[in-house]
């Protein structure tokens, strides 16, 4: 096993809790699903979410998904002009026996655009 780093992100469609919490759980279930992964192979998460997101921290969907022993990290992402609005990022560190050429990033929704090249 090595550690690899896994990216992913997702457009929810409103800043609700719901809308937040419900998006984080697809963007993990998904990485993990396509990576092979359970919880206890993920080292940490780090989150952020663009700033007009703050009906919730993306962390609290992880912990519901089985992720309570990982370290999880919520932050703001930076906000440039024109950016995608309504968006969570994360950035998983897990220990995977996968090369970086078969580890899958997942970009789901609007924010496919964003790395059009890896959207699923």
Do not use: W
């Not at 919490?21 to 919880?39: C, D, F, H, W, Y």
């Amino acid at each position: 096993m090595t550690v690899r780093a896994i990216r992913g992100a997702i457009q929810v469609e409103s800043n609700t809790e719901e809308a937040i919490s419900q998006g984080s759980k697809e963007l993990l279930t998904r990485i993990l699903q396509v990576n092979e992964l359970a919880p206890q192979e993920i080292i940490s998460v780090i989150f952020t979410a663009t700033a007009d997101l703050n009906a919730t921290f993306p962390a609290r969907a992880a912990r519901e998904l089985g992720f309570e022993l990982v370290p999880l990290l919520c932050a703001v992402e930076i906000d440039v002009p024109g950016a995608l609005a309504r968006t969570i990022r994360a950035l998983i560190h897990c220990n995977s026996s996968r090369s970086p050429e078969q580890i899958e990033h997942v970009y789901l929704g609007g924010a496919s655009v964003l790395r059009q090249d890896l959207a699923q």
